[in-house]
Nanobody, 115 residues
Framework: QAQLVESGGGLVQPGGSLRLSCLVS????????MGWYRQAPGKPRELVAT???????NYADSVKGRFTISRDNAKNMVYLQMNSLKPEDTAVYYC?????????WGQGTQVTVTS
């Protein structure tokens, strides 16, 4: 089990941008794929973006072209650059290993998109 600490969320207007960060400790980070997930109120958690150990990326259709996932293995960090934000992007965002998520999730970081 790794420790996952997300940060970078906030309140932003539609069309704005945010960059989320996730620090992963306690694992051989570079060997694993990672993902960003989100959970909106009253909805199940959904997978937003993934990045493999080989740096291949994949995105949910709802964020494709707007979000970019990246990783820095030297710093054990995963990032999610979010542009052209929409109100429907409002959620708590989490990172975790993907696939085979760790059972203990971090606290997440709240993203609120509103005018």
């Amino acid at each position: 089990q790794a420790q996952l600490v997300e940060s970078g969320g906030g309140l932003v207007q539609p069309g704005g941008s945010l960059r989320l960060s996730c620090l992963v400790s306690g694992s051989i980070f570079r060997l694993y794929g990672m993902g960003w997930y989100r959970q909106a109120p009253g909805k199940p958690r959904e997978l937003v973006a993934t990045i493999t150990a080989g740096f291949s990326t994949n995105y949910a259709d709802s964020v494709k072209g707007r979000f970019t996932i990246s990783r820095d293995n030297a710093k054990n960090m995963v990032y999610l650059q979010m542009n052209s934000l929409k109100p429907e992007d409002t959620a708590v965002y989490y990172c975790n290993r993907h696939p085979a998520e760790y059972p203990d999730w971090g606290q997440g970081t709240q993203v609120t998109v509103t005018s």
